[in-house]
Every structure is written in structure tokens, then in C-alpha cells.
């Protein structure tokens, strides 16, 4: 298994990008689908089986992903590539099967022999949790060996595959949550065949190579890293499980899901073309040139990323309700606030998220553990305390506030040879551009009462005069970043 010619962060990205568009775009017929064809309950139903779920997953993967993608052997003969899919793809593998068939013995003897009732969802997501794990193994290692063109090629035909199974299930069969899992997992076991091939034909497994000690130290570097995913996912989810059991209604769980799950579509696009470019390449270029060149590359990533941050949270803050009730419709305009609050702190995220990288640079994942498990800790506590208050928009002030505290924690314990913030100027442009849009939607009073889609519409006007050009038109450095985008990526 060789790596892949050294491509441009930028071309990179730009893979990473378009594979995004495209699945944002199964997302924004399965969301508007999906919210009318479920009700509050069902969705409720749906986010609250899969924030187990992803925790369970957590537990199993026992962080196998985060050493593939720091200890990938980058230069490495034949011999070491050999050695690194052995001991830190294959055994990983393994031993997350062997995890997850203990779980699957213990859930049937307790259900079985203690006559505990679980909804039909619960199984679906124990069938769902193996072929998920085999599935995230094997597209981290193509993401570190920079096979992006095949991983973003799978990614984008597992997702509208999963729409097209999704939909035809809850339509033809029954609306219901239990309908989606039987989606998810046809789906999931057809990418997994095609990945099960590509294992097969790629990846080389050999007794010689088995070096157990190899493995072991893995699991020193990313067993903190399970731990820190555990407390990410319930810094992300915890709220849904609160809401249930302090209000005791589904339905509440599924107004928050729903602003939630829109939300979240926002941190993918924003996110995930993103840290699957960035990421290899600042490993790489950490590990061959230093700090300096690390900081550089930061500076260069981060002059789009505060211009995009930036605009695309003052938009959702101006008119993200808006869009919510356009996709889904008048029944669910009460998750419009959550979308707002939500949508606009994801699209932030990023560029406080690139300032603050260095901390798994340096492999410091108790640091990072640490740092996640007291955001978590702080939603929890915000979530008690504002949720008999707030009710469902407690939740999302205390999901805004502790990942605010956690980002801005990351930048503060960043080793400061790593630390890099965006260039002063191209903030401050971000920022007043945006200020000003945000007062234009503020001064348009006739629209207060105008329909959802008129908004939208009036709103995206504006951006683009108010916000987009401004910043195109007084940053030169921005419009020869995208000209050289478009031609040769960045390096």
C-alpha cells in the first residue's frame, strides 16, 4: 500500500469540497423528506438511539482511527507499510469485532433474561455499529495515505445510496425510525463489501509483521483519544438524552434534532473537506519541515477560512430560522431558533478550531481529553440548570457556550509555536462586512411578517452586496487565492 503522489492542500480540498456539495445535496432532499415524512416523535426517537450509537462506536473504535491517521509511516519502504497495516489497521480491526460481540452477548442476555423492552432501533443500531467501525477504519487510512479521490468517490455514492434506501423504506414500508435504520445498514453493508475488496487488494497482513508491542503503543497515544471522542459525542448529544429525561417528551427531543441535524449539515460542509485536507498535509509537513512551516500553512488555510466562517454565520444568524421553515415546513418552524443558534456557531468553529491545531501535533491527548471532558462537564451543568428554565433552547445555550469554552481552551493551551490566529486586517474586514449585513436584515422592517422564502431570498441579496463583495472587492490577497484555487490549489 503506497501513498499517493504529494497533491496540493488545495487540490485536496478541493476533492474534499466538491464530495461535500454532493452529499449536502443528498442532505437537502433526505432533511425537508425525512421532517415530513416523521413527526416530532419519531425524529426524537431517531436522535436519541443515535447519540448511543455514536457513543457505543466510540467505545469499540477504541481510538484505532487516531493512530492510523498520526503514526502512518509517510515515506516508508514496503516493509513498514506492511508493519503499520498488521499492527495499527488489522489488529485494530479485530479487536474492536471482538469488543463489539461482547457488547451484542451482554445487550441479549440483559434484554433476553431480564424481559427488558427496547424499541426495535436498538437493534438496528447494534447491527449498525460493526459495519460502521470496519468503515471508519478503512477511510481513515485512505485519508492519511491522501487517497482522496477514492475515498470521496465512496463517500459520496454511500451517502446517496443511503438516501435513495432511506426514503424508499419510510416511504413504502413504514414512517418511522425503524424504517431509517434499515436504510442505514443496506447501505452500510454495501460500501462495506466494496471496502472489504479494496482491503483485500490493497492492505497486506502478515504474521512476520505482527508486532503486539507496536500496538500497545498506539493504544497509549490513542486511548486519551477515545475518551475524547466519547466526551465529544456527548458534548454534542448529551442534550438530546437530558431533554428526554428532565421534560420527558420525545417530541421535545425532536424539535431539538431538528434545528440540530440542519445544524450539523452546516459543520460537514464546513468542516469535514476542510480537516480532510488540512489534517495529513499539517502532519506532514509538522513531521518533515517544523513548526514554522505549520504556522505558514495555518496562515495561508486560515485567510478563506475566516472569510467563509464569518459570512456563513451571519447569514444563518439573519435568516437561518427562515431556512428551516422553507426545508421543512410550518409544523417545525419551533426548531428554527435552535437552527439559528446552532448553524451560526458551527460555521465559526473552524476558524478557531484551525488557530488552536497543535496539541495532537505535539501528541498531547490528555491535554486534549481533559480539556473536552470540562466542556462536557459544562454543558451537562448549563444543561441542568437552564433546561427548567429555557426549556429546548436551554439545551442549545448550553451546546453554544461549552463549545465556545471548548475552542477557545484549544487555542489557549496550544503550544505557542503552533498557535496562529487570522491576519488582523482580513479579521477585522470579515467582521465589519458582516456587522453591516446583519444591520441591513435588522433595518428591512417590512419583512417581519413576510414569508419564510421572501426572507431567504431578500437576505441573500444582501449578503452578497452587503458581505461578499465588500470582502472580495478590499482583499487582493483573497482574489489571487481564488484564481490560484482554481488552477493549481494552495500548497
Not at 415524512?37 to 482511527?65: E, F, P, R, S
Not at 497486506?204 to 486511548?223: G, Q, T, V
Not at 437530558?242 to 440540530?260: N, P, S
Not at 443558534?341 to 458551527?346: D, E, I, K, R, V
Request: net charge positive; with cysteine; aromatic share 10%.
Amino acid at each position: 500500500m503506497g501513498m499517493q503522489p504529494n497533491l496540493s492542500l488545495g487540490r485536496h480540498y478541493l476533492r474534499y469540497s466538491g464530495a461535500t456539495v454532493l452529499i449536502m445535496a443528498a442532505g437537502f432532499i433526505s432533511f425537508p423528506a425525512l421532517t415530513r415524512m416523521l413527526d416530532n416523535t419519531q425524529y426524537g426517537i431517531l436522535g436519541y438511539y443515535d447519540t448511543w450509537l455514536m457513543l457505543a462506536i466510540a467505545v469499540v473504535k477504541l481510538g484505532g482511527q487516531h493512530a492510523i491517521l498520526r503514526l502512518y509511516p509517510f515515506g516508508g519502504d514496503e516493509g513498514r507499510l506492511r508493519h503499520f497495516a498488521t499492527n495499527l489497521v488489522f489488529v485494530p480491526m479485530a479487536v474492536s469485532l471482538g469488543l463489539w460481540s461482547v457488547l451484542a452477548l451482554v445487550a441479549m442476555g440483559v434484554i433476553g433474561f431480564g424481559g427488558v423492552q427496547v424499541s426495535p432501533v436498538f437493534w438496528g443500531a447494534l447491527m449498525l455499529m460493526p459495519l460502521l467501525v470496519f468503515i471508519s477504519h478503512v477511510e481513515m487510512t485512505l485519508r492519511v495515505s491522501e487517497r482522496s479521490g477514492l475515498l470521496n468517490v465512496s463517500r459520496v455514492s454511500w451517502r446517496w445510496i443511503e438516501l435513495v434506501l432511506i426514503l424508499s423504506f419510510v416511504y413504502w414500508v413504514q414512517r418511522s425510525a425503524t424504517a431509517v435504520y434499515a436504510g442505514k445498514i443496506a447501505a452500510a453493508l454495501l460500501l462495506a463489501g466494496g471496502y472489504a475488496w479494496w482491503v483485500f487488494r490493497n492492505l497486506s497482513f502478515s504474521r512476520k509483521s505482527l508486532d503486539l508491542s507496536a500496538y500497545r503503543a498506539s493504544l497509549a497515544y490513542s486511548l486519551p483519544l477515545v475518551v475524547n471522542e466519547m466526551v465529544g459525542m456527548l458534548l454534542v448529544s448529551i442534550d438530546r438524552i437530558m431533554l428526554k429525561h428532565m421534560l420527558g417528551d420525545y417530541a421535545a427531543v425532536g424539535v431539538y434534532t431538528i434545528g440540530c441535524a440542519l445544524a450539523m449539515q452546516v459543520s460537514v460542509i464546513m468542516s469535514d473537506p476542510l480537516w480532510g485536507a488540512f489534517n495529513p498535509v499539517a502532519n506532514r509537513v509538522h513531521g518533515t519541515s517544523g513548526a514554522q512551516e505549520v504556522r505558514a500553512l495555518k496562515l495561508r488555510v486560515l485567510q478563506p477560512v475566516t472569510y467563509v466562517s464569518i459570512g456563513v454565520g451571519a447569514a444563518i444568524w439573519a435568516v437561518g430560522a427562515d431556512v428551516l421553515e422553507v426545508l421543512t415546513g410550518p409544523s417545525k418552524s419551533a426548531s428554527g431558533p435552535v437552527f439559528m443558534w446552532l448553524g451560526a456557531l458551527f460555521a465559526l468553529l473552524p476558524m478557531l478550531d484551525v488557530s488552536g491545531y497543535g496539541l495532537l501535533l505535539k501528541k498531547r491527548t490528555m491535554t486534549v481529553m481533559l480539556l473536552t471532558l470540562a466542556a462536557a462537564a459544562a454543558n451537562i451543568g448549563l444543561n441542568l440548570l437552564w433546561i427548567p428554565v429555557h426549556g429546548v433552547m436551554g439545551s442549545v445555550y448550553a451546546t453554544v457556550a461549552s463549545y465556545l469554552m471548548l475552542a477557545l481552551s484549544r487555542c489557549a493551551f496550544c503550544p505557542r509555536d503552533l498557535l496562529q490566529f487570522p491576519a488582523g486586517r482580513e479579521l477585522l474586514l470579515a467582521l465589519g462586512a458582516a456587522a453591516m449585513f446583519i444591520a441591513s436584515m435588522g433595518l428591512v422592517g417590512p419583512l417581519d411578517g413576510a414569508a419564510p422564502l421572501l426572507r431567504v431570498v431578500v437576505g441573500g441579496v444582501l449578503w452578497l452586496l452587503l458581505y461578499l463583495v465588500p470582502v472580495f472587492a478590499l482583499d487582493r490577497k483573497l482574489r489571487e487565492t481564488v484564481f490560484r484555487l482554481k488552477t493549481t490549489g494552495v500548497a
